[in-house]
Structure formats: structure tokens, C-alpha cells
């Protein structure tokens, strides 16, 4: 199919066009048929002479002959707007497909380069006392420590940095960063004194 506008992708407006064209067509041969309808009922292949081989005198020749002429050459036209119409749908059927294949395609990629750029964790939370400042702040279970105040993977050796961290930072927020069903979380975390053990609980 040519497409319209020479290497510009086919529309929904193009299909509806066509599909348009198609039934002006369609509207002009049934005229047609009504014409031929309206001569003594001769349709296509009446013959429009009598016994004896005379034209026929009870009937438009011309007005039968045009009529027929027309309706001939329309089905051709009819012919060709349906293939046109059917390319056309096939095209904008493909290119959806290959539209949400792309998406799909994206969606993947982003999901990957995400699960890529996450921080590692050096630590993981594995139990937070209720009514501890830990659990006030919103820190969870099995929440993973990416980084904790200065404390991240490159410079982490063990537990006693963070004790470190948390006693120089007593009744100051800290910015403890966490990753949480594979997502990263910011939280807000002050060491202080509580009813409990230690400053975080």
C-alpha cells in the first residue's frame, strides 16, 4: 500500500478514511443497482436486445449501459480500497505490537539498570525493639544498612563503627539510608536515651 504521505506511518484517522471512501463506494453502486433496479429490473447481464436482435425500446439504453459501465469499474475501486484498508489495519496492528514490545523492552532495562544502581548493604536489621528510637523512627526488620551516618560498604569494618557513629551523634538526627523489598529508603534516625538498652534499640 502506498502508504499516505509517502514514508509516514498509517493513522487510525488514515484507516478511518478509507474505511470512508469505502462506503461512498459502496453507497455509488448501490445507486447504480437501484438505477438498473428502476429499468424493467435488467441487472447485469440482461440482454438488451429483443428476439429479433433490435435494442431494446422499452428501456434507457444509455442510462443501462453507464450504469452497468459504472458499477464495474466501482467494484474495482471497491476491490482495491478493501485491500488498502486491510494493509492499512495490518500496519497499525504490527505497529502496536512492536509499540508494546518496546515498552515492555524499556520497563526491563529500567527494571535492570535499577536493580544495578543499587547501593550494596553491609548490615542488616534484625530485630527493632518497640518504642525504641530505631523503631520510632521507622526502621524495620530485615531492613538492609546501606549507609549509616558516615558509615557506608567501602569504609564499614565492623559493628563497633557504627557504635562509634551513634555515641558521637547522641540527640542528633542521623541519615541512615536502607534498602527495603529492593527499594532504596531514606530514614531519619536520632540516638538517644530511652527506657532501653543503648541509644537505638
Same mark, same amino acid.
Given at each position: 500500500?502506498?502508504?499516505?504521505?509517502?514514508?509516514?506511518?498509517?493513522?487510525?484517522?488514515?484507516?478511518?478514511?478509507?474505511? @470512508?471512501?469505502? !462506503?461512498?463506494?459502496?453507497?455509488?453502486?448501490?445507486?447504480?443497482?437501484?438505477?438498473?433496479?428502476?429499468?424493467?429490473?435488467?441487472?447485469? !447481464?440482461?440482454?438488451?436486445?429483443?428476439?429479433?436482435?433490435?435494442?431494446?425500446?422499452d428501456?434507457?439504453?444509455? +442510462?443501462?449501459?453507464?450504469?452497468? #459501465?459504472?458499477?464495474?469499474?466501482?467494484? $474495482? !475501486?471497491?476491490k482495491?480500497?478493501?485491500? +488498502?484498508?486491510?494493509?492499512?489495519?495490518?500496519?497499525?496492528?504490527?505497529?502496536?505490537?512492536?509499540? #508494546?514490545?518496546?515498552?515492555?523492552?524499556?520497563?526491563?532495562a529500567?527494571?535492570?539498570?535499577?536493580?544495578?544502581?543499587?547501593?550494596?548493604?553491609?548490615? @542488616?536489621?534484625?530485630? *527493632?525493639?518497640?518504642?525504641?528510637?530505631? $523503631?520510632?523512627?521507622?526502621? +524495620?526488620?530485615?531492613?538492609?544498612?546501606?549507609?549509616?551516618?558516615? &558509615?557506608?560498604? $567501602? $569504609?564499614? +569494618?565492623?559493628?563497633?563503627?557504627?557504635?562509634? &557513629?551513634?555515641?558521637?551523634?547522641?540527640?542528633?538526627?542521623?541519615?541512615?539510608?536502607?534498602?527495603?523489598?529492593?527499594?532504596?529508603v531514606? *530514614?531519619?534516625?536520632?540516638?538517644?536515651?530511652?527506657?532501653?538498652?543503648?541509644?537505638?534499640?
Open positions: 500500500m502506498a502508504q499516505p504521505g509517502g514514508s509516514r506511518p498509517v493513522t487510525v484517522s488514515d484507516v478511518q478514511q478509507l474505511v @470512508k471512501r469505502k !462506503d461512498e463506494v459502496e453507497a455509488q453502486i448501490k445507486a447504480c443497482y437501484e438505477l438498473l433496479e428502476g429499468q424493467k429490473g435488467v441487472g447485469m !447481464d440482461e440482454p438488451l436486445v429483443d428476439a429479433e436482435g433490435f435494442p431494446r425500446d428501456i434507457d439504453l444509455y +442510462q443501462v449501459r453507464t450504469a452497468r #459501465h459504472n458499477i464495474i469499474c466501482l467494484q $474495482n !475501486d471497491h482495491a480500497l478493501m485491500k +488498502q484498508v486491510e494493509e492499512a489495519l495490518h500496519q497499525l496492528h504490527a505497529r502496536e505490537k512492536e509499540k #508494546h514490545a518496546k515498552d515492555e523492552a524499556e520497563a526491563l529500567e527494571a535492570m539498570s535499577q536493580t544495578q544502581s543499587l547501593p550494596q548493604a553491609f548490615a @542488616k536489621v534484625n530485630a *527493632v525493639t518497640p518504642g525504641s528510637p530505631a $523503631n520510632i523512627s521507622g526502621l +524495620q526488620v530485615d531492613d538492609e544498612i546501606v549507609e549509616f551516618g558516615s &558509615v557506608n560498604v $567501602n $569504609n564499614f +569494618q565492623n559493628l563497633q563503627n557504627i557504635a562509634t &557513629v551513634v555515641q558521637h551523634s547522641e540527640g542528633r538526627p542521623l541519615s541512615v539510608t536502607v534498602l527495603r523489598s529492593g527499594k532504596k531514606h *530514614v531519619g534516625l536520632t540516638p538517644k536515651r530511652w527506657a532501653g538498652k543503648g541509644l537505638l534499640g
